[in-house]
T-cell receptor, first 115, second 113 residues
């Protein structure tokens, strides 16, 4: 069965520091992977997506993620965080075929950026 | 511009009443989803649809029905609302085959008193 694991429920970093949020997936097919961010009392906004090709994908606001098939991972990174990056981050796997797709969510990582 | 629109944005209902949450997408996506989000539980899938006329049960379908009368519209129905259904509900649509990432609505805050 397919699954997504975000092992870190909460991450705290200082402003200006680098960031890595971890995501591991389990899926036997070709994965479509996404990172979303959710600010308080808002919906989910797409940060970046991976379908195929270059394993390092660039997203909005300086975020990037690296896909590793061998490690079944899709970790999110940012070189220098800002206080406004404080939010909940979700790793999402889209699994399926022939037009029938399910979305499998990780449990989310609450990021707090300290000034 | 591609979008997912939910209505209402906020709803207060009485126990035992009927509640209908509506979702409209202008993205021509085949797949649509309803989730609820509660503190400590992340997003949990209630119902989903692969296209007009289809509905499928998700992980927590009890107490909910869904309706997909057209490609654009996907409704979530609470026939007899209970306080345990107080939550934030999100609708999403997606079609990865066309390199289109899933899009989410802004959410509906439902309180059942």
């Amino acid at each position: 069965a397919q699954s997504v694991t975000q092992p870190d429920a909460r991450v705290t970093v200082s402003e200006g520091a680098s960031l890595q949020l971890r995501c591991k997936y389990s899926y036997s097919g070709t994965p479509y992977l996404f990172w979303y961010v959710q600010y308080p009392r808002q919906g989910l906004q797409l940060l970046l997506k991976y379908y195929s090709g270059d394993p390092v994908v660039q997203g909005v606001n300086g975020f990037e993620a690296e896909f590793s098939k061998s490690n079944s991972s899709f970790h999110l990174r940012k070189a220098s965080v800002h206080w406004s990056d404080s939010a909940v981050y979700f790793c999402v796997l889209s699994a399926g075929s022939s037009g029938s797709w399910q979305l499998i969510f990780g449990s989310g990582t609450q990021l707090t950026v300290m000034p | 511009e591609a979008a997912v629109t939910q209505s209402p944005r906020n709803k207060v209902a009485v126990t035992g009443g009927k509640v209908t949450l509506s979702c409209n997408q202008t993205n021509n996506h085949n797949n649509m989803y309803w989730y609820r989000q509660d503190t400590g539980h992340g997003l949990r899938l209630i119902h989903y649809s692969y296209g007009a006329g289809s509905t499928e049960k998700g992980d927590i379908p009890d107490g909910y029905k869904a309706s997909r009368p057209s490609q654009e519209n996907f409704s979530l129905i609470l026939e007899l609302a209970t306080p345990s259904q107080t939550s934030v509900y999100f609708c999403a649509s997606g079609d990865p085959r066309n390199n289109q990432a899933p899009l989410f609505g802004e959410g509906t805050r439902l309180s059942v008193l």
